[in-house]
């Protein structure tokens, strides 16, 4: 069995994700075959995965950060890396995922009671993804502290204990009180989760970091747990995929740049890592817009993303007044592209007559192609090769979705995959919808279409932004941890 470590929080977006990352890099650096895990995730920002021995079926779903964890170990993603991944629908339900397929619904308090089902999957997955790995970094959910839940946890101690893998603790001290927040982990941990404690670290540190010393010996008094570093700020995390929707209030605004992208920001907003490439263009700003606000009335394009509960945001876009915004902005000439549940958005209606997303079973659509929308019970999780059939180049993406849309806007499609015509476009070419996520991930595609918009240049080498990003990264948390000591304690 490989060696493995474990990183809990002292509380959600504490920068877990992107250490893993780093330290699954540095670990690669290193020679070791390393591999990521998450016993639990939340996010409607998914990814498709090898179901290994599973030759029938295209893939399952993953938490996107697991992709990107499997990206920086150099290896190709996994179901097993994160065997339960929770797609929130309502305010207090969610899609449960279990190794990649579609496991059932549960509302949150039942779901305390279901996890007690879910640690054979876990551990199943566990002994799969540590075969012929040398090491495995676990990252945890949300905190340990949240000890009215531990009875049935299986994302962090209760994890950790079952398996008998060493944790670090992180602290982010940006949000401030990491101090009270360290401690008061140790204060609160039951004695058999303390001691899987082998440390900690602080994450997201801006300025002098010698200012710290005193809080570093104030924690060592309270715990006696050693400090493994103090982690600064890292810049080049902004050109890592976002793993969730906790992000977007710090994504609402940008730099003025030569094209404006305009994002409404859903209820159920999912995958909105989709806009990522378009981000990275040096010429391009990408504004997400909250409810409340209005679409800008510069932006050259509105981007549609996807969505968790299609009707209800559909809904609530109405209730927002973007319908309107979307109107105007075409009455200027503006594009729109709407992706997966976007593009369902676009057309006349969508239906959901078996109730899958809830009780709203039809809703008038945006009306911007001519097509409707049927929701289905069987639902399409697998990653493609296509070709735009606008600009005729190659795409590279995934599908995860629910429903068929036709109509006659599909005699125009914006791709094929495999063979098969994908999507809509319509009359003048200025709206585009599409089932496929990771659209704007082909560079040549990319460029072409922002040339379309006027926009020069385009065309980075999106990918390979990202592997530097993960190699900054990581040459950072060498810099500034003791990677030597946290490798050496895994077991």
């Not at 920068?15 to 780093?22: D, I, P, Q, Y």
């Not at 090491?135 to 949240?146: M, N």
């Not at 918009?453 to 948390?477: H, N, P, Q, S, T």
Request: aromatic residues 6%; hydrophobic residues 40%; glycine residues 12%.
């Amino acid at each position: 069995m490989a060696r493995a470590i474990m990183l809990q929080g002292t509380g959600s977006d504490v920068g877990k994700t992107v250490l893993v990352a780093g330290l699954c890099r540095a670990a690669k650096k290193r020679g070791l075959k390393v591999r990521p895990f998450k016993p639990q995730n939340m996010s409607n920002n998914a990814a498709v995965a090898d179901i290994p021995g599973d030759n029938n079926h295209g893939g399952g779903e993953i938490g996107r950060a697991q992709w990107l964890q499997a990206m920086a170990c150099g290896v190709a993603p996994s179901v097993h890396m994160n065997p339960v991944l929770l797609k929130p629908q309502t305010d207090v339900g969610a899609q449960v995922i279990v190794q990649g397929k579609v496991f059932g619904e549960a509302r949150a308090r039942d779901y305390q009671v279901m996890k007690g089902q879910l640690m054979d999957a876990v551990l199943d997955s566990w002994d799969k993804v540590g075969e012929g790995a040398d090491l495995v970094i676990v990252e945890g959910a949300g905190s340990p502290a949240e000890i009215n839940l531990r009875s049935h946890d299986i994302a962090n101690m209760g994890f950790a204990t079952r398996a008998d893998v060493p944790v670090v603790l992180v602290g982010d001290i940006d949000r401030g009180g990491v101090i009270a927040s360290v401690a008061g982990t140790h204060l609160i941990l039951p004695e058999e989760d303390r001691r899987m404690i082998v440390g900690y670290l602080i994450n997201k540190f801006r300025g002098d970091v010698s200012l710290f010393d005193d809080g570093i010996r104030s924690i060592e008094t309270f715990t006696g747990w050693r400090c493994f570093g103090v982690v600064p700020w890292l810049k080049a995390a902004a050109r890592l995929p976002s793993e969730d929707s906790v992000v977007l209030e710090r994504l609402a605004s940008g730099e003025a740049r030569a094209l404006r992208v305009a994002v409404p920001m859903l209820g159920r907003i999912a995958n909105f890592d989709d806009l990522d490439p378009l981000k990275a263009e040096p010429q391009v700003e990408v504004v997400f817009v909250p409810p409340g606000k209005p679409l800008p009335q510069d932006a050259g394009l509105v981007v549609i993303p996807g969505s968790k509960s299609t009707i209800g945001d559909l809904i609530k876009f109405r209730e927002n007044g973007w319908d309107r915004d979307l109107l105007a902005h075409r009455k200027r000439g503006g594009h729109v592209v709407g992706i997966c549940g976007g593009f369902q958005m676009l057309g006349h209606t969508v239906r959901d007559p078996d109730g899958i997303e809830g009780s709203i079973t039809e809703a008038e659509g945006l009306g911007l192609l001519d097509v409707e929308t049927v929701m289905e019970p069987e639902k399409t999780v697998r990653n493609v090769s296509a070709r735009s059939v606008p600009f005729d180049l190659p795409l590279e993406g995934y599908e995860i979705h629910l429903g068929r849309t036709t109509g006659p806007d599909t005699l125009r499609p914006s791709a094929t995959i495999n063979g098969v015509e994908d999507g809509a476009v319509s009359a003048d070419g200025k709206v585009i919808g599409t089932y496929m996520h990771g659209l704007f991930g082909a560079d040549g595609f990319r460029g072409k279409f922002l040339e379309s918009l006027g926009i020069k240049g385009g065309g980075i080498d999106y990918r390979a932004e990202v592997e530097r990003a993960l190699d900054e990264v990581a040459a950072e948390l060498e810099t500034h941890l003791d990677c030597d000591a946290i490798f050496a304690l895994a077991r």
